[in-house]
């Protein structure tokens, strides 16, 4: 019995061992493992430009376009037609762009925008409106995925060669394009930051950009800017005209439409920017409806930044649709812009532009 009683001991002993032997190469095992995480598109994958305390990202690493850390600085853009009518007033996203361009679709007429998305991919953009021809070059220059809600014939035209990766509302690929039955036709066209990634991801269309960029200031030059306030003023006609009105405070101009605050319907927070380019290029009537804007060659700009002005030459390779335009000095040299939300704002060489300081 007492040899048994023996056996049974050792027995249990060796069975105790093997079960700890298992679970700790089981351990092993795990922790060896790479770790994964699942970021999903409505995650903050989607809103992720950092706040100035968040110290566990490399703040060298910047959106190309705004000069802004962010975790997606590599992201390719995406740049979305956006009504300037009245009617669609106030606008969705726009305070979430890493840029926006303005130009008038009609000689001496109203204005279209398109904002250019990368960090930030907000959770409503638009109302989204339709191609022009004008716009196309530029997002190609950006690297840019162009979004937009049909187009002209001009447009249409050019998006059919495939120059450009595009996403269309008229065939709305998987459902990325929605309307919104408390607004009127046809300024309730919108999309979203989640169902833009979910659409390029499907669709399979490269997502990490390839673009040059534009040079930015270190924080510690924006230290020398103006004390007063100034106003930019933009003669844009009619309820299209656009000031700029210049905050010493946080070194950002505000901007105003038709002497009203142009506020982001997400958030209802007006819309500031850090830097604001005026191009002067020729237009010409298409058709006698279309406008067509001058924008290959060079021609004159300003620039505003710091509450101050500087003279610009701007530049696009007439024989690269895929250049990206430049902003360069007096003596040829790249501007460097101060980091944040840039405008650039094209109107014809013959329109008002005025720079007041107090």
């Known amino acids: 019995m007492d040899i048994l009683r023996k056996y049974k001991k050792h027995l249990l002993m060796i069975a105790v061992a093997l079960i700890v032997l298992l679970v700790v190469g089981l351990s092993w095992s795990i922790l060896k493992q790479p770790q994964r995480f699942e970021v999903r598109a409505g995650d903050s994958a989607v809103n992720n430009s950092l706040n100035a305390g968040d110290n566990k990202f490399d703040q060298s690493k910047v959106s190309p376009l705004s000069g802004v850390p962010c975790q997606n600085y590599q992201r390719r853009p995406v740049a979305v037609m956006i009504s300037s009518d009245e009617v669609a007033r106030p606008l969705s996203g726009l305070t979430s762009a890493d840029l926006v361009v303005e130009m008038p679709v009609l000689l001496g007429g109203i204005t279209r925008m398109m904002a250019v998305f990368a960090c930030d991919l907000p959770e409503e953009i638009g109302s989204i409106r339709s191609a022009r021809h004008d716009f196309i070059p530029l997002a190609q220059g950006w690297d840019a995925i162009y979004a937009h809600w049909g187009g002209s014939h001009f447009a249409l035209d050019q998006l059919s060669k495939k120059v450009i990766d595009d996403l269309d509302a008229l065939t709305n690929p998987y459902s990325v394009f929605y309307r919104k039955n408390t607004i009127a036709k046809p300024h309730n066209g919108f999309t979203s930051g989640e169902r833009l990634l979910k659409t390029i991801d499907s669709i399979g269309f490269r997502q990490t950009a390839n673009l040059s960029g534009y040079l930015h200031q270190p924080t510690t030059e924006n230290n020398d800017h103006l004390d007063g306030v100034g106003v930019l003023s933009i003669g844009y006609p009619g309820i299209s005209k656009v000031e700029f009105k210049y905050d010493p405070t946080i070194n950002k101009y505000w901007r105003w439409r038709d002497k009203a605050k142009e506020l982001d319907r997400n958030n209802l927070e007006q819309v500031a920017?850090?830097?604001?380019?005026?191009?002067?290029?020729?237009?010409?009537y298409l058709e006698d409806q279309y406008n067509d804007v001058a924008l290959d060659g060079q021609g004159q700009c300003e620039v505003y930044q710091n509450g101050k002005r500087q003279d610009c030459l701007?530049?696009?390779?007439?024989?690269?649709?895929?250049?990206?335009?430049?902003?360069?000095?007096?003596?040829?040299?790249?501007?460097?812009?101060?980091?944040?939300?840039?405008?650039?704002?094209?109107?014809?060489?013959?329109?008002?532009?005025?720079w007041t300081t107090e």
Not at 273 to 284: D, F, P, T
Not at 318 to 346: C, H, L, Y
Request: hydrophobic share 40%; charged share 30%; aromatic share 8%.
């Open 273 to 284: 920017a850090a830097a604001i380019v005026v191009v002067r290029a020729q237009s010409r």
């Open 314 to 354: 701007w530049q696009k390779d007439r024989g690269d649709a895929k250049s990206q335009i430049r902003f360069t000095n007096s003596v040829g040299q790249d501007i460097k812009f101060v980091p944040g939300q840039m405008w650039i704002e094209i109107i014809e060489p013959d329109r008002e532009v005025s």
